[in-house]
């Protein structure tokens, strides 16, 4: 077989695109015809670990790319946190997609990952055998190797009048966009920077408590999955972090307390259901535990979710909003979509509530 093009692609989340990747974008162009960067935690609320869209950050990865001699393009990626198969499923519908739209004959285009295993996270390296691997090295400043963290670190919390050294350090062409944006976007940036804040303040105290144990130390949770008539039991959160956004009803779990007790706790408290307790205990249908190491910017957190089944009716029971929730409402299971939701409960709703639908291919072709 004779190979006529050679297409490098590149995973990450980019959050944002600095001089690293671009290192990386550079490496893989000098070796292959074009490269696809396939953008990673697509359709996810703001955040401080994801504070910007995919949009936005499509739009850095132009900016930053600009002046490539060959063809740089994006994609969306959907995280399946609990689906590996599912996440590999994707990344190929993608590729698939982009090769159609840029009229690339699968038989005659070699495919190369590129990418450099920084931790845990790179592991899907690994996962893609009929590809060719492109190794990259990581990108040293001053003998640090640059991270989007500390992007974030240094744009978010940093000097506002020391523009010049992030650019220096990140990548001027590359910090111009993202700074730009952040200018025109005030609310948005206190936002992260609130988020931020709250994340580190937590992190900063679970970590006391390590260090005088000498191990990890998780923080246990409980959520509830209620489900009534094609509807699912949401709250929308009033406190940090994820103030705004919607998720289950759930919380820390108490010193003496069973996750199922706790799961029901909250599950009242935040959404003053009028149903006796006992008779929401006797609907319990699953239980799993969700640990997910990424699951929550928090550090570990692991939660038990809970599933209750409602009996079906014309009217769904009344709910009303208490505690830390801003509101309590039922949501259709075919309006959740992961773009307002807290952490990882959009991915726990899909692990056991099979009829939520999320069409990623329907998404990629609206990129057409």
Not at 32 to 61: C, H
Not at 162 to 186: C, E
Not at 355 to 363: E, G, K, L, Q
Request: a neutral charge.
């Amino acid at each position: 077989m004779t190979i006529k093009h050679r297409l490098a692609v590149f995973i990450g989340r980019f959050q944002p695109f600095h001089a690293g990747h671009l290192a990386v974008v550079q490496n893989a162009l000098t070796q292959t015809d074009s490269i696809l960067m396939l953008v990673g935690s697509a359709y996810r609320p703001r955040s401080w670990k994801n504070p910007f869209t995919y949009n936005e950050r499509a739009q850095f990865i132009r900016t930053g790319t600009a002046d490539a001699d060959k063809p740089v393009t994006t994609l969306p990626l959907v995280d399946t946190l609990y689906n590996d198969r599912a996440w590999t499923v994707n990344v190929r519908t993608a590729v698939t997609l982009h090769m159609r739209k840029a009229g690339l004959d699968p038989d005659t285009t070699q495919i190369v990952l590129t990418g450099f295993d920084k931790d845990k996270s790179s592991r899907y390296l690994t996962w893609f055998p009929t590809w060719d691997m492109l190794p990259a090295d990581p990108h040293l400043h001053e003998g640090v190797v640059v991270s989007a963290t500390d992007v974030r670190q240094a744009l978010f919390f940093g000097n506002g009048d020391d523009t010049g050294r992030v650019a220096s350090r990140f990548g001027l062409k590359q910090i111009a966009p993202v700074l730009s944006w952040m200018k025109n976007h005030s609310d948005a940036v206190e936002t992260v920077r609130d988020e931020g804040s709250f994340v580190m303040s937590y992190r900063a105290r679970t970590q006391e408590a390590e260090d005088i144990f000498g191990y990890p130390i998780p923080v246990n949770t409980a959520d509830a999955i209620v489900v009534q008539s094609g509807h699912v039991l949401m709250v929308q959160r009033k406190m940090q972090p994820g103030k705004g956004q919607w998720a289950l009803p759930g919380g820390h779990i108490d010193r003496g307390e069973q996750a199922v007790d706790a799961a029901i706790r909250e599950l009242y408290e935040e959404a003053g259901l009028d149903m006796p307790k006992g008779a929401m205990r006797g609907r319990l249908r699953e239980r799993r535990v969700f640990d997910h190491p990424e699951r929550s910017e928090k550090g570990w957190v692991r939660t038990e979710a809970f599933v209750f089944e409602l009996q079906d009716r014309p009217k769904l029971e009344k709910v009303k909003s208490g505690s830390d929730a801003a509101q309590a409402r039922w949501v259709p299971i075919t309006e959740i979509t992961p773009d307002n939701i807290f952490e990882d409960h959009f991915d726990i709703i899909q692990a056991l509530v099979p009829d939520v639908p999320f069409a990623y291919s329907s998404i990629l072709m609206a990129q057409s």
